[in-house]
């Protein structure tokens, strides 16, 4: 399941036109969590020059759009440290 949610992520994600993203599944940390059974715990990081000039509320609202419905049901929990080219 976790390699499928990840995989449609980054297929999603493709949109932003990333220069590098990686994605890890920390569900087996979440286990007996309410939200576990309703979708997984992810962790992204992604580095991308769509997000240059943007605050970090306005990156993380254009991951979320470009994940779409994965949200609200295969993501539960999505930690993002989203950046730009050249930045830490």
Avoid at 9 to 26: W, Y
Avoid at 47 to 71: C, E, N, P, W
């Amino acid at each position: 399941m976790s390699t499928d949610t990840i995989e449609l992520l980054r297929e999603r994600l493709a949109a932003l036109q990333p220069v590098s993203i990686d994605i890890v599944d920390d569900s087996h940390r979440h286990a007996g969590h309410a939200g576990a059974r309703d979708g997984g715990h992810y962790q992204l990081q992604i580095v991308a020059q769509a997000f240059a000039g943007k605050s970090t509320i306005a990156r993380h609202r254009m991951i979320y759009d470009a994940a779409g419905d994965l949200m609200r049901g295969k993501i539960h929990a999505l930690s993002i440290h989203a950046t730009v080219p050249g930045t830490p």
